[in-house]
């Protein structure tokens, strides 16, 4: 199966879809939801795909819970999983994981197709579930002990605990452990079987800033380890932090995929440029007729759309060369907040549970 | 089937157990307890008990108007045994606790004794002697009978009298009554409680899900659980025998139907266990419900008090209960010596096992809908 891009002759936005060279699929767009019939063209893919999913869909009684979705990762990088709560995350995560039993579509692990296979392959991967709390009455290093007996292949318990930062609480027992050590011994456990692929379903959720950022650490050093990162998040700033190619899902469908530039580069805004506390009424009117698009907010701040962050020193020229006075500048660029509101006109992080 | 995988799930469940102190507490301490405050309570007391059985070996008016009179009293109900019966073999065959044997030529006898002032007949009163509240009671009723009876007879003269004679060869008290009860209601809790952990908590805590992506297989962890459930069982059984031995002087005799009935209960158990947590989700309310169910069947089986004592319409729903055959089983395997009676009661345990450990088994799933 490879990656297909096609554009859309109607609305010219361009979607993803996968298949096997020479197929035709009839399929239809994400954004404006044309129907058409493509061709697959070009070769197979080589080994250096970990994850393959292909019309992935997971129907409940009335509910589409997952939507006929397919999307590819790379072996040896961070793949995102972004989307909000009930967006269909944890439920394609898990058909991956063989938890749950697609209605349709075929996922394949490190070449294997799971539906057959997937015993085959569990030695070669490591799952974190969402809201993990492994057994109350083990110690750390006994909890990581436990687990690397079940695998034939077994990574030195040690090293996990060094590499970790557990080294000081591995005597600790599992229920005395605070949330962020919790979900560190929980990803540590996901690499008892020195695993090629490691799924991380919400590692981070209901923890701090400073145990969040923790477990970000860990999760940075997996792709220093080599390791494939199925990463499951609700959290913009995580996958800008972590991954290196990020898929968004919104009811079920993957709204948009790439690399965090390419996304930010496809559906972002803008950058903007803050002035701050500039109250000459000719400000606005100079930087229009220079070409700029400017807005102006209750609080005599003005806000300049900038393509890129070099243009900010045009601007600035442009005001000292009129002298115009103000108290100082703010940039802010485009995220995935921004891209998520674009493409779906929610926020991501006030989305409900369907 | 990994048994290297089995045995190292075994181990660390017993790890597992032995941290918790309230676990540990609740799988033996609690029954020890019990045993030794219902042992102090109760021992030399027994339990009501109203059904009583008469055989008539006279069959005249004025035996018949003995057993009328006794029935009149609205405390006893009256059942008949046939003349032909050999009455020890039937006491023994069909585990009766209390009878009343009228001799044979009981009216001529009482007849008699109005011209010979020296006559004078005894009724036999079979009795259980674990149930010593029970006989109380009943020698108390049977004796205002006779005393009535002799009163109306000849004014106060005693010629209608009372022998006794145990329905069992070894004198047994509420304590030899008590720790099998004690055992079967240890491995029940021990069983229903530790299912539904695994199958609600580990659940929830996505212990389960975890598993399901590691080698060991469904089956190899049910192994293991069951496994480590057995080694429960079988500490709960030994210490409760120990404090029985120990502390009250109770003789058991451990042979293979014990053993049978103990595993067979473990399984049986678990498997309600699971059943339950397959149902409920949520981990409180599986623990209210394994409590609905095993609460009732505490009281109702026969633990603490024979389910003789109780109302009729509850005795039939006490024999319908499995634990019911798990404590009368223990206690006629271990305690009393009867095997035919421990044998069929084993049997039917075994077959209430089968049942619901084979359906908890088929319905405990790791996989999401």
Known sequence: MIEQRFKCPTCHEISTFYGDPGETQVVTCTHCNTKGRIIITGEKPGNDVAIEVSHLKKVYDDLIAVNDISFRVKKGEIFAFLGPNGAGKTTTVEMIESIRTPTEGAIKLLGTDTKTGFNQVKERISILPQEFHSFERFTVRETLTYFSKLYKKRANIDEILEAMDLRTHEKKLYKNLSGGLKQRVGVALSLVNDPEIVFLDEPTTGLDPKARREVWQVIANLRNKGKTVFLTTHYMEEAEHLADHIAIIHKGKIIAEGTLQELLTKYGEKTTLYIKNCHSEDAKLVLEEKGFEVNSSGNSDLMVKIDYKEKVLEVLSELRHECIEYDGVDIRGSNLEEVFLRLTGARLTEEEEP | ?369
């Open chain 2, 1 to 369: 089937m990994n048994l290297r995988i089995v045995g190292v799930d075994f181990l660390y469940s017993i790890r597992s157990w032995s941290r918790s102190r309230g676990t540990v507490f609740w799988s033996l301490l609690f029954p020890v307890m019990l045993i030794l405050l219902f042992g102090a309570i109760f021992s030399g007391m027994g339990d009501s008990k109203y059904t009583i059985y008469v055989q008539d070996l006279d069959n005249t008016d004025m035996s018949q108007s003995l057993v009328t009179i006794l029935n009149k009293t609205g405390i006893l109900t009256i059942k008949n045994v046939s003349t032909n019966q050999p009455i020890t073999d039937y006491i023994k065959e069909n585990n009766i606790k209390n009878l009343i044997v009228i001799p044979k030529g009981y009216e001529n006898d009482v007849t008699n004794s109005f011209v010979d002032p020296d006559m004078k007949v005894n009724l036999t009163y079979y009795y259980d002697p674990t149930e010593t509240q029970t006989n109380q009671i009943l020698r108390s009723v049977i004796s205002s009978v006779l005393e009535g009876l002799n009163m109306q007879l000849t004014q106060g003269k005693t010629i209608i009298g009372l022998s006794e004679q145990s329905t069992i060869t070894e004198n047994f008290g509420f304590i030899d009554f008590f720790i099998p009860g004690m055992i079967g209601f240890t491995i029940m809790q021990q069983s229903i409680y530790g299912s539904i952990e695994r199958n609600t908590k580990f659940r929830k805590d996505g212990i389960l899900r975890k598993l399901l992506t590691t080698p060991i297989t469904r089956s190899e962890w049910i192994l293991a659980k069951m496994l480590f459930m057995l080694f429960l069982a079988f500490i709960s059984t030994s210490v409760a025998i120990g404090v029985g031995v120990l502390a009250f002087g109770i003789k058991v005799n451990i042979n293979l139907l014990t053993i049978v009935i103990v595993i067979a209960t473990s399984f049986l158990f678990s498997g309600i266990g699971m059943i339950i947590g397959r149902f409920v989700k949520e981990e409180e309310t599986a623990d209210m419900a394994a409590g609905a169910i095993s609460f009732p069947m505490m009281f109702l089986a026969g633990t603490f008090f024979a389910v003789e004592s109780m109302p009729a319409i509850i005795q039939i729903i006490s024999r319908a209960l499995p634990l019911f055959y798990v404590n009368e089983g223990l206690r006629n395997a271990m305690i009393y010596m009867n095997q035919t009676e421990a044998l069929i009661n084993g049997g039917i345990v075994l077959i209430f096992a089968a049942i619901f450990f084979i359906a908890g088994v088929i319905l405990t799933k790791w996989k999401e809908d």
